[in-house]
């Protein structure tokens, strides 16, 4: 990963200190209730530790999708056998457009699906009748364009709840949701997992931590720093199902 991908330079993450880091994270996953299917590395893709980028998961089925950096491409053809393992339908992301899952926020009935420098219009479109036909109603919603992802501003505390950045807190496609604004200078927490009671949070964010405990949530304390060196969070590191 330390060749991996990111917006304007910046260190290489520490690759031992990285690995360490996805441990606790994978260790995280597992206490909170989650049975783990580990995919092994592979050096030819660096930012392929970021798995969410590369599919959705539904309840039923998953959506391997066409990832927007062209050095990504390849890795929805790495993760199709794992997903086929799981999922009794795999569907291709129809036409030609690009939809990174960093993008795709999911709650129970909605899709909320950011247009982005990874996710265009056509990506959109196309993903947008698939999960139409899985009962989700899709949403597009911009990603502003100084962040890579939509969620790498805002995840899903509860059916819902929306923890959300000031930028996306008054978003018209959050409407009908109740929003906990993640505070002011700590843009950084947004980036949230929620499993089963637990909330995964990085760590760093003291004010946003207090306030997810003040409003009764488990929260989970977990260091991304050298995920972060290379744009990535909590929720990019794994498929949830
Ligand atoms: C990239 O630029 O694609 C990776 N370095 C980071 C991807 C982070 N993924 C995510 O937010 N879902």
Known sequence: MSNGLRDGGGPNPDADLFAAQ?????????????????????????????????????????????????????????????????????????GSGFVDGGDVLLSDNHAFIGQSKRTNQQGFD???????????????????ADILHFKTECGLLDSNTIFATGK?????????????EVPFGEE??????????????SDGYPKSHEKLRDLGYKVVILNTSEAAKIDGGLSCMSLRF
């Open 22 to 94: 996805h441990q606790a994270y994978v260790a995280a996953l597992q206490d909170a209730g989650l049975q783990i299917t580990q995919l092994p590395a592979n050096e030819e893709f660096p930012d392929s530790v970021f798995v969410e980028d590369a599919a959705i998961c539904l309840r039923d089925a998953a959506i391997a999708l066409r990832p927007g950096a062209p050095s990504r491409f390849a890795e929805t053809a790495l993760i199709q056998p794992a997903l086929k393992q799981q999922f009794g339908q795999v569907i291709d992301l129809p």
């Open 126 to 144: 196309a993903l947008a009748e698939v999960l139409t036909k899985f009962n989700y109603h899709p949403i597009k919603v911009e990603t502003p």
């Open 168 to 180: 996306l807190a008054t978003n018209e496609g959050f409407k009908d949701y109740n929003i906990v």
């Open 188 to 201: 950084g927490a947004a980036n949230i997992v929620r499993i089963n009671e637990a909330v995964f949070i």
